[in-house]
């Protein structure tokens, strides 16, 4: 009877182990684009219990959420218009006491940064100005190739309208331009070109014959 239950124990410890890793998901993490419908996938592997899947984020579908066999889960991400990444956690669940697996899903933030108008004209006057919008959701710079031009702000954030402001006079009937250069982390460098006019001066003398 002794020998029965010690070869009984043994046997139930064996089932124990095997039973105590029926589940898992992999890879553990998962990274998406920040545009709306961008998807993700992980691997759960099952034997012997019926999963279900939950996660702790609005912005994130998954599918399927259950089942009671090995699945590819796809995770959907909504837009992320911040410029900060967000990250939400994926929770698989299994019968009979299996422990939970965990998949973490990180979604990249949105950097926009836009300008507008992208050409600029400028009389050939020292002095003349004009502007152009910058549309941001984060920091940036600005740097242009002209020495006769002037830029303010060189730097800022969000939104905010810069202005552009010839420091000298065309002389030249030949009208000259520069590019102004607009950076930011993690977005496409956005362009404006100013062009100032050239002067064309015309005289006669003497003014009598």
């Given amino acids: 009877m002794r020998k029965f239950l010690a070869i ?6 064996a089932l124990a182990k ?10 553990s993490t998962v990274l998406l684009t920040e545009v709306a419908g961008a998807t993700g996938t992980f691997n759960i592997t099952a034997s012997s219990t019926t999963w279900t899947i939950i996660d702790d984020a609005t912005w994130l579908s998954v599918s399927p959420a259950t089942g009671t066999t090995d699945a590819l889960i796809t995770v959907t991400a909504e837009a992320n218009l911040s410029v900060t990444s967000r990250s939400a956690i994926v929770t698989i669940s299994g019968t009979g006491g299996v422990t939970d697996q965990i998949v ?14 992208s050409t600029i004209s400028l009389l050939a006057a020292s002095g003349s100005n004009s502007s152009f919008n910058v549309t941001s959701n984060t920091s940036w710079t600005i740097s242009d190739n002209g020495t006769w031009l002037d830029v303010s702000p060189v730097s800022g954030s969000n939104n905010l309208a810069v202005t552009v402001t010839a420091n000298s006079a065309n002389s030249s009937p030949t009208p000259r331009s520069a590019t102004v250069t607009v950076s ?4 496409t460098d956005q362009t404006v070109t100013v062009t ?10 003497p003014s009598t014959i």
């Fill in 8 to 13: 009984a124990l043994i046997l139930f410890s």
């Fill in 18 to 27: 095997i039973q105590g890793q029926p589940l898992t998901a992999l890879p």
């Fill in 104 to 117: 973490t899903v990180t979604q990249a933030g949105t950097v926009t940064l836009s300008v507008a108008p």
């Fill in 184 to 187: 930011a982390t993690g977005a």
């Fill in 196 to 205: 100032q006019a050239g002067t064309v001066t015309l005289s006669v003398a």
